[in-house]
């Protein structure tokens, strides 16, 4: 049973921080690309962040040098280290593993920044 179970949103001021967490289980981290997207009220989802098997990442534009993601192969999980927040940065963010030919989706974890 593949599961990702997220942790780490909540409330911030702009200006904040918030480090966001995945943990993946089901013996499928090691084999997948991992990712954070996010979706705001009346929009589509996005992606936020993105990092191969190899450590290799890729930004949205609109989060570039205020985002980290990182993982950590031994504890199968997957971070997003979350700086500078803006209002706009306000969404539910979910966690995204995608082994090959699959692809699999956290519950979500609402992150709300105040100004």
């Known amino acids: 049973q593949v599961r990702l179970v997220e942790s780490g949103g909540g409330l911030v001021q702009a200006g904040g921080s918030l480090r966001l967490s995945c943990a993946a289980s089901?013996?499928?981290?090691?084999?997948?690309?991992m990712g954070w997207y996010r979706q705001a009220p009346g929009k589509n989802r996005e992606l936020v962040a993105e990092?191969?098997?190899?450590?290799?990442?890729n930004y949205a534009d609109s989060v570039k040098g205020r985002f980290t993601i990182s993982r950590d192969n031994a504890k199968n999980t997957v971070y997003l280290q979350m700086n500078s927040l803006k209002p706009e940065d306000a969404a539910v963010y979910y966690c995204?593993?995608?082994?090959?030919?699959?692809?699999?989706w956290g519950q979500g974890t609402q992150v709300t920044v105040s100004s």
């Open positions: 990092i191969t098997t190899g450590g290799t990442t």
């Open positions: 995204n593993a995608s082994p090959p030919l699959r692809t699999f």
């Open positions: 089901g013996n499928i981290f090691s084999i997948s690309a």
